[in-house]
């Protein structure tokens, strides 16, 4: 009883860590896929400016380093906070 009890503990935790450690690498991938699925909203002026971005996100999320995908979450983080606020008319 008591391994069935551990295990079941074990398999638990397992399942409940193993996502915020993927989260963060898949992260990257996610903003960059709004990115891309947003490009039809994408404002002209802006265009350029979002290209940059996930150019230099892309470059960062290739490093495969902790820094690098940070960087490119924050990157794309507020490529997609402009557009947002692009297409709201404003900042």
């Known amino acids: 009883m008591k391994r069935s009890v551990l ?8 399942l ?5 450690f993927a989260a963060e690498k898949d992260q990257c991938a996610v903003n960059l ?3 891309e699925d947003a490009q ?7 265009a350029d400016q979002v290209a940059d971005s996930v150019k ?4 960062d999320h290739a490093k495969g380093t902790k820094q690098g995908i940070d960087d ?3 990157e ?3 490529t997609i906070q402009d557009i947002k ?3 709201k008319g404003g900042k």
């Open 85 to 87: 606020n692009a297409n």
């Open 33 to 35: 896929q709004t990115i």
């Open 72 to 74: 490119c979450v924050a």
């Open 16 to 20: 409940l860590a193993s996502p915020s």
């Open 56 to 59: 230099q996100a892309q470059a």
């Open 40 to 46: 039809a909203q994408i404002p002209e002026e802006l």
């Open 7 to 14: 295990f079941g503990l074990f398999v638990t935790a397992s």
């Open 76 to 78: 794309t983080n507020q």
